[in-house]
């Protein structure tokens, strides 16, 4: 039976909408108002609404379900890895193609600044409208895009420059052409380039961190997670379509996958929850980049304390500690 779940985020925001357009048109109506009297009635009911907004924000985004993280992480509005890359970062140059088939426009990448300081970005990126979308090919990498993304991360490590990851997608390109181009093989080989670096990596998981599609990326020292990210072997609906033959179940798959951040903090398979601004990152962009800033800094300060040979072994011992019971973990030490 499919479930009564929202479908989209926008179905409970709807009431904070109609409150933020009430407020919209209140403050004109005061701009216009010469009336000392009727100003102050507007400038009240302006104070009533703004209250009302806060507290419903604060109770509905203070108890989501692991269906409605994943609506969220998908928003339309959400930050984009392009968006981070130009509200955290200057400099930014990004550079083309695996020099083996050709551009792949769902990973984006290249040098960039961090507080006067080079790194290398890498990021899934996704699109605004239907041209974006289809040109980002929905951030589903092809072999090509984890292949320059490889090409990146050697150019990292010879001019010894950090490797920050934004990763934001659904699942790698699941399509016929990229299986014949060797796209589980592209995705391995990414992963070994990263166990391999010398230098620090940082990922950031901005909202779907899907499969395989994600770890290409994301085999880093230390890996962020958003408050409203999700993190899975699979999305919801693929899931479903799977275990109940039904993609309709996808809010009882979300609820399996344990895919919140808060699951894959207690899992083990991050290293920090990054605090989104009330209501989530798509209601406050600029103050979640810097939330993300910060976070970026203060992981990079921990690891530029380690030497290039320890950078490699401390990301090898991360890997391997995955999924080893407590008790296993206890008798080693």
Sequence with gaps: MASSDPKTFKEWERPLIELEDGISKLIELVRRETDAGKKADYESKIAEYQAAAAHYVELKYGALTPWEKVLVARAEKRPYTLDYVNAILSGFVELEGDRRFGADHAIVGGPAILDGR?????????????????????????????????????????????????????????????????????????????????????????????????????????VLMQEHAIYSVIPPEGCAAILWRNPEMGPEAATALNLTAQSALGLGLIDEIVTEPKGGAHRDAVQAAGMLKQALLRRLAELDAMGPVEVREDRRARYRRIGVPEKAKAKAK
């Design 118 to 222: 080079p790194v290398m970005v890498i990021g899934h990126q996704k699109g605004r409208n239907i041209q974006e979308r289809q040109f980002r090919n929905f951030a589903m990498a092809k072999p090509e895009g984890y292949r320059k993304a490889i090409r990146l991360m050697q150019m990292a490590e010879r001019f010894r420059l950090p490797v920050i990851s934004f990763v934001d997608t659904p699942a790698a390109d699941p399509g016929v052409e990229s299986e014949s181009r060797g796209i589980s093989e592209a995705i391995a080989a990414g992963m070994l380039a990263m166990f391999d670096l010398t230098v620090p990596t940082i990922a950031a998981i901005i909202g779907e961190g899907g499969s395989g599609g994600a770890i290409g990326i994301a085999a880093s020292n230390r």
